[in-house]
Each structure stands twice: as C-alpha cells, then as structure tokens.
C-alpha cells in the first residue's frame, strides 16, 4: 500500500510588528514563538534572538530556513499587502545581515521543540533608521528526499509548512517616524452601504511605521454621533498607498464632521490629525 502524505506547501507572511512576543502561531504541525521580534541597539551592535520551532506532527520534522525581504505591494485598488523579494533587494532590508547560528538542519521529535538562534550583524555604512527581513522557517519529514520525490511524481505529494518570522532591526535614537495623508475620501452610508473611510497615507520616515487610529463624528449640534477605530496599515520607508474603514452604524440625514486621528506606531510618538465636513441627505 502507498503511503500519501497530502499537505499543503504555503508562506506565512506576519503583518503586525510589536515590542513584546505574542502567542505562538502554528499550522500543520509546526509552531514557532515569537513570531515577530524588534531589535534595538546603538549604532554598530550586534544582537542575538531566537525563536521555539515546535513539532506538533506525528513524524520527526527537519528544520530549515530561508531569509527574505519583506515589501508591501500594491492591489489593483491600491490597498497594501505584504509580499517576500529576495534577500537584499529593498533600502531597509536586513536580511544579509541575518545568519543563523544554532538550529538549520536538526531533526525535532514529535512532540518536542528546539532553540533556533540567530545573530544580526549591521555593516559599518549603516548609521541610522529601521531594517526588516523575514527568517522563514521550513519543516519537512525528517525521511523526506527532495531527489526521491521528483523520481516519484504522481505518488507522493509532500507538504512542508513554511512560517515566516519577521526581524525588525532598529538604530537607536536615529528612527524617524514620520508620515503624511495624501489624500482622504468620505463616503457617507446609504441604504446598501456603510459608512467607507478611504485614507492614501505616504511613509516618510526612515522605519516602518504601524499606522492607528480612531476617528470620531460629531453633529451639528456638537453631540458625538459615532467613533471606532481605523482599520491599520502597515508600511516600510516610501510606502504609499490606500487603506479602508468601514462603519456599519446608522446616521439620521443632516451635517456633520469627522475627526480623525491617526497614530504613527510602534511607539506613536507622531500623529497625524483631520478634520473634514460631510452631508447625509435626506431620502429622496
């Protein structure tokens, strides 16, 4: 009887940077924590980091690794999502930077984990802002052959869960988080459709920058109609591109203002305020 491995091959690229670690994200039997990491050292330091890699499968599973860049790309509508260039093709990549120290190639028990440790190394040219890099981290049975696999197309199809790590690394007292809005759109709600907020942000800075906020209506009364939160961004150094909020709520016909915020995080030391009237009509 042929044994079928059936699994699905897939990229997982994390989209949220942030100072603590969170829980761990697993898929088909392999678990890694954290799953994003943000280094921060004065000009020229080294810094080590690791990462639990965890065999959550039935079989042994051996570890490997790829490091990539990560870039935003745009949608046909605009909006950004992340994507993988390879190591080295973006300004703020760190990715040849990255080398792992412990942990390539060990095969991990069911049931068991390991300690994969790695070192980010800036060259000496580097004198300032922030660099990202994924370190992806594969896992395939330990038995598995790519060799035996291509002799024997057809009969067996082998997955290997691929989780991505993003590794941000920060200069500090040299990141400059800054950014503007070129251009804001309203789109009141109808029948059919909610309330839209259609906001084109550029990132001026020199670091990524993890866009928040909130945004608040008020009346012509002066009376607070509705607020909620900004559905987040997130972008590199001379990203620009569009991000979408929607609100479901219901507003009677009449004027009113919308102002809204938005945080330039991590660490939000800049905002971006504005202010702006719109109409709801009365129904025809």
């Known amino acids: 009887m042929i044994k079928k491995l059936v699994c699905l091959s897939l990229s997982l690229l994390m989209i949220t940077f942030l100072t603590v670690e969170l829980p761990a994200y697993a898929t088909m ?27 959550r499968s039935s079989y042994p599973i051996k570890v490997t690794t790829d490091i990539t860049d990560t870039v935003n790309k745009k949608t046909k ?13 973006t300004p703020y990549s760190c990715a040849k930077w990255i080398q792992v120290l412990k942990g390539e190639g060990t095969v991990i028990p069911p049931g068991k984990s390991m300690i994969m440790e790695f070192v980010v190394s800036p060259p ?8 990202a890099a994924y370190l992806f981290i594969k896992g395939a049975p330990a038995d598995y052959s790519e060799n035996q696999q291509s002799e024997k197309a057809g009969v067996q199809v082998v997955t290997i869960p691929r989780l991505g790590m993003s590794v941000i690394y ?3 007292g040299t990141v400059k988080r800054t950014g503007e809005l070129a251009s ?23 670091a990524d920058i993890d866009l928040t906020g909130s945004f608040h209506i008020i009346d012509s ?15 590199f150094p001379g990203d620009q591109g569009f991000g979408e909020t929607e609100w ?30 719109f109409d709801i009509p009365a129904a025809s």
Do not use: C, W
Request: charged share 30%.
């Open 170 to 172: 920060e200069i500090e």
């Open 29 to 55: 039997g392999l678990e890694i924590s954290p799953s994003r990491i943000r280094i921060k050292k004065q000009l020229g330091e080294s810094a080590k980091g690791q990462v639990e890699v965890r065999n």
């Open 184 to 206: 804001l759109e309203i789109k009141p709600p109808t029948k059919t459709t909610p309330f839209v907020l259609r906001y084109n942000f550029k990132n001026t800075g020199n």
């Open 124 to 131: 000496p040219q580097i004198k300032e802002g922030g660099f």
């Open 77 to 89: 509508d605009g909006l950004l999502i992340r994507d993988e260039y390879p190591a080295g093709m």
């Open 221 to 235: 009364k002066g009376n607070l109609a509705a607020k909620n939160t900004i559905k987040g961004m997130k972008t």
């Open 248 to 277: 479901k709520g219901d507003l009677a016909p009449g004027h009113y203002s919308i102002l809204l915020t938005f945080e330039l995080g991590p660490d939000a030391t800049e905002s971006v305020v504005k202010e702006l009237p």
